[in-house]
Structures are given as C-alpha cells and as structure tokens.
C-alpha cells in the first residue's frame, strides 16, 4: 500500500543552524502539508502545498520556514534559523485533493527535532 | 477558531470490553471528521473519515458516529485488545485545508 515517507527520523542541531526536512508523498497526490507536534501537545497545522505554491498557512509558519517542492517527488519543510522552541516531531501529509468532503489526509511517521 | 477537545484523556479497560472515545469540536461547519491511531513516538494512521452528511462509518471492529449539529463525534472500539493500546486522536476539516485537531485520547488495554 503507498505511504507517506519522511527522512531523516531524528535530527539533531544546533540553535540557529538550518535544517531542512524532507518528504515523499503519495505518488499521485497532489495536496502536500506540514504539521508538527510539540511534546505532551496537540497536533498543529503549519502549511498546506498545492500546484506549486502555498494554499495555506498558519501564524506558526512565519519567514523562518519555507516549504519547496524540488522535483516530481520530494517535499521539503526549511526552517532556516532554528530556535529551541521549534524542537517537535513534523509529520508531512499528503491527499489525493483537497476540495471535498472525502478528502483522508495521510500522514508520514515523522521527523523528531531536537534543537539544543 | 475551531476547537477539538477529546475527554477522557486517558482510559484504561481490560481485555475484551468495548472502548468509548469521545471528540467534541466547536464550529459545526466541518466538511469531514478524521479519527487516526498513534503509537508512542511514530506517526498517524488515519482510522475512519466521516463526510459531513454522514451520520456514521465502519471498519471492522470500529464504529466512528457523528452528530454535526451539536458537536459530537464517538469512536466505539468493540471487544477491545491489548494491540488497541494506543493514542486516538481525531480532526475536523473546516473551510481551507488544514485539520484542527484534538489533544487525543490515551488508551491502555489490559490483558
């Protein structure tokens, strides 16, 4: 069954290094996201990806992060200067559309990052 | 603004009684409800998805209901197993795109 994938599964960096997290989607989706899970909190939406250019985004996703999708297959989730608070696990997702009622996200197992 | 909250927060049963989780969200203009399964440390697996002109869907021993004028969405687990052991987290579609979800449901079935 196809899958959401996410690379690396943990990543470790230094407060104000840039990391660069990276997803392959379900192959014939179109509709890409991004949210992150702070410890012991909820699930948070950061940005939703169609045709190329941001749908949608949240007050979380501010000029620190970008999102790109470089080629046919990849998606990248850019945070260019990492603070302690951006350490959480981000899950990608992925959805055939996005207009409708029947639309079932699928999500990626995630990248825990831890920034010290 | 949306809001999901899930009680109990955590709910721990024996083996082989059926399960009970509760979602309650806030705004009842929702195109879809998602209820997904995570385990400690991995990632979501989406469960059911309910449309918003359904009342209620199935899949094998789960039973997800939905009540969008007051609010309400049950997850009924039957004849519970110890591999049920999990988080329980469901989301609701607004307009847009995102999911708003809630703060899950921690279930231990024990043997």
């Known amino acids: 069954e196809p899958e959401v994938t996410q690379t690396p599964s943990h ?3 230094q407060m104000g290094q840039e990391v660069i997290l990276r997803c392959v989607p379900i192959s014939n989706h179109l509709y890409f996201y991004w949210y992150r899970q ?3 909190q909820k699930v948070e939406f950061l940005v939703s990806f ?3 250019e941001i749908s949608e985004k949240s007050e979380i996703f501010d000029d620190q992060f970008s999102v790109e999708r470089p080629d046919g297959s990849n998606f990248t989730l850019k945070i260019r200067s990492t603070k302690l608070e951006d350490s959480a696990m981000y899950f990608c997702a992925s959805s055939s559309w996005s207009s409708g ?3 079932t996200q699928y999500f990626g197992p995630g990248t825990r990052l831890t920034v010290l | 603004k949306q809001e999901v909250t899930q009680i109990p927060a955590a709910l721990s049963v024996p083996e082989g009684e059926n ?10 203009a929702i195109y879809n409800l998602q209820w997904f399964r995570q385990d400690p440390g991995k990632g979501l697996t989406s469960l059911l998805l309910i449309q918003s002109s ?17 609010g309400r969405s049950t997850l009924y687990i039957a004849a519970s197993q110890p591999g049920d052991s999990a988080t329980y987290l469901c989301a609701v ?5 995102k999911l708003t979800f809630g703060g899950g449901t921690r279930v231990l079935v024990k043997p």
């Open chain 1, 101 to 103: 009622s029947t639309d």
């Open chain 2, 93 to 97: 579609k607004a307009a847009g795109n």
């Open chain 1, 11 to 13: 990543q470790v960096t």
């Open chain 1, 38 to 40: 702070i410890l012991g």
């Open chain 2, 54 to 70: 359904q009342r209620e869907q199935t899949s094998g021993r789960l039973n997800a209901s939905l009540d969008k004028s007051s």
């Open chain 2, 19 to 28: 399960l009970v989780l509760n979602c309650s969200f806030t705004d009842s």
């Open chain 1, 50 to 52: 169609y045709n190329n």
